[in-house]
Every structure is written in structure tokens, then in C-alpha cells.
């Protein structure tokens, strides 16, 4: 079972930065796939980036050369730089970890963005 801690979130004016981060409480080299997901109020959960175990990534079109994430098996942490942040990235921000086919959920950080 691995636990999922994220961290980093907050509030911030539109136009800046945060960088996100996702704990694993064990060692995620094998798992197959890192993610982020977002949910904003009165909407469903969507997906923002992924990166493969290969080290391919890829974005969802919203934020597609804004966010980066990355991962660090080392340190067993999954990080999300997000810059040119718009109040529409306004959300709770969720890490999800695919390891050995299992999907884990972190409990989510706030993200908030005024205009």
C-alpha cells in the first residue's frame, strides 16, 4: 500500500508560480506511471500531466507549456511546476501513482489563484 502526500499548495496571483509536490511513502522507481489530476468546485475531477516510468510526458491542452512535472525516484517524490498560473487553475490538485498495477490517490492540496 503506498501512501501519497502532497504538498505545496496555496494561494498565488495570477501570472505566478507554485510547485507541487507528492510524497510516496515507499519507493515508486517501478511504478509505471506518476500523475497529476485537478478538481475544481461543481466539477468533476480532470486530468493535468503524466509521466511514464520511460520518461515520456504528456499534458492536458490547458496547461501544455505552462506545467512540468516530474519525478524523482531517489527521493520517492512526484513534483509539479506550474508557472503562468490563471484563475481557472483554481482547484484541489490530487497525485495519483500507478505501482504494480494499482492506482493511489493522494489527499489532494488547494490551489488558488486570484485574478
Known amino acids: 500500500q503506498v501512501k501519497l502526500v502532497e504538498s505545496g499548495g496555496g494561494l498565488v496571483q495570477a501570472g505566478g508560480s507554485l510547485r507541487l509536490s507528492c510524497a510516496a511513502s515507499e519507493s515508486i522507481f517501478s511504478a509505471s506511471a506518476v500523475s497529476w489530476y485537478r478538481q475544481a468546485p461543481g466539477k468533476q475531477r480532470e486530468f493535468v500531466a503524466r509521466?511514464?516510468?520511460?520518461?515520456?510526458?504528456i499534458y492536458a491542452s490547458s496547461v501544455n507549456g505552462r506545467f512540468t512535472i516530474s519525478r524523482d525516484n531517489a527521493k520517492n517524490t512526484v513534483y509539479l511546476q506550474m508557472d503562468s498560473l490563471k484563475p481557472e487553475d483554481t482547484a484541489v490538485y490530487y497525485c495519483?501513482?500507478?505501482?504494480?498495477?494499482?492506482?493511489?490517490w493522494g489527499q489532494g492540496t488547494q490551489v488558488t489563484v486570484s485574478s
Open positions: 509521466k511514464f516510468r520511460g520518461g515520456s510526458t
Open positions: 495519483n501513482v500507478i505501482n504494480r498495477g494499482l492506482i493511489y
